[in-house]
C-alpha cells in the first residue's frame, strides 16, 4: 500500500501545483488555455484513429458533444474563479464541491443511506466551506456583500460542473478508451477558453513571462491523473480516491507560503477539516 500512497500524494501535489501556476499566471484564460493546448494537439491523433475504426451509435456522439460542452463550461468557469478568489479559499471548495453533493444525490434520489461517519464528513465539509467564505465574519460583511461572496459562489459553479462532467464521462467510457476521452474532453476545454483568448491578445506575452510554467504546467496537468491511473491499478479506488484531495491541503500551503495570501492559518484549518470531511465520506461513509 506504500507506493500507493506515495502516488496518490504526487498526484494531489501535483494538481496543487499546477493550479498555482494558474493563479500566478498573467492571464488565467490565456494560461489555461495553453498549458491544454499543448496535450490536446500531442493527442489528437489518438482520437482520430479510435473514432476511424469504431463505428459508435448517434446516442454516444451526442455524449462526447455533451462531455465538451461541460468542459468548455467549466474552463471558463475555472478562469474566471481564479481571476477572483485566492488559492487558498477557492481551491478547497472547488475540489470539495463533487465529493459532497454526489453522496448528497445518493440520498435524495437513489434511496442511498449515509452512515454517521458520512454524515459527520459532510458536517465538516459544510462547516468549513462557510468559513471559508466568510459569511458571518466581520470581513466577510466588509467584503461588500455579493462581491466578497462571488469567488465562493463561482467555486461552487465549478464543483457543480466537476459533478456533471464525471457522471457523462462515466458514460462516456463505455463507448471510447480513457485516453480518447481524455482527448475530447481537452478540445472541449480549449474551446471554452478560445474566445477568451482572441479577446485579450496576451497569447505572446504570457508565454514571453511564463513559458517555464506554461509548459511544467502542461506535463502536470495530465500527469496528475496518469498517477492517480497508475495508483488505481494497485489498490481500490474507494480508498485512493479520497486521498487524492489531499490537494486542498497542499493548494492551502502553496496560496499562504508562496502566494502570500491573508488569512493563513484560518484557511489552512480549513482545508484540513474539508479533506477530513472527504476522507470520512470517502473511506467510512
Known sequence: MILPLILVLASGMAHAVWSMFTKRSLNKSVFLWSIMMIPTVLLLPVLVVELSRESLPVSAYALLIVSMALQALYSWLLSQTYELGDLSQIYPIMRGTSTLLVPLIGVAFLGERLSGFG??????????????????????????????????????????????????????????????????????????????????????????????????????????????????????????????????????????????EQQGMKRILCSIVIFGGILLIGVWG
Open 119 to 260: 454524515w459527520l464528513g459532510i458536517a465538516c465539509m459544510i462547516v468549513g466551506f462557510i468559513v471559508l467564505s466568510g459569511v458571518g465574519s466581520r470581513k466577510g460583511q466588509a467584503g461588500s456583500g455579493m462581491k466578497g461572496a462571488k469567488p465562493v459562489l463561482m467555486a461552487l459553479c465549478v464543483g457543480l460542473c466537476t459533478t456533471s462532467y464525471v457522471f457523462v464521462d462515466k458514460l462516456n467510457l463505455q463507448h471510447i478508451s480513457p485516453l480518447a476521452l481524455l482527448e475530447v474532453t481537452n478540445i472541449g476545454f480549449v474551446a471554452g477558453l478560445t474566445p477568451a483568448l482572441l479577446a485579450s491578445a496576451g497569447l505572446r506575452q504570457e508565454w514571453k513571462v511564463n513559458r517555464s510554467t506554461i509548459l511544467l504546467g502542461a506535463l502536470l496537468n495530465p500527469g496528475s491523473y496518469l498517477l492517480f491511473l497508475f495508483a488505481l491499478e494497485q489498490a481500490p479506488m474507494a480508498r485512493l480516491g479520497p486521498l487524492r484531495e489531499v490537494g486542498t491541503v497542499f493548494a492551502a500551503f502553496l496560496g499562504i507560503w508562496l502566494l502570500k
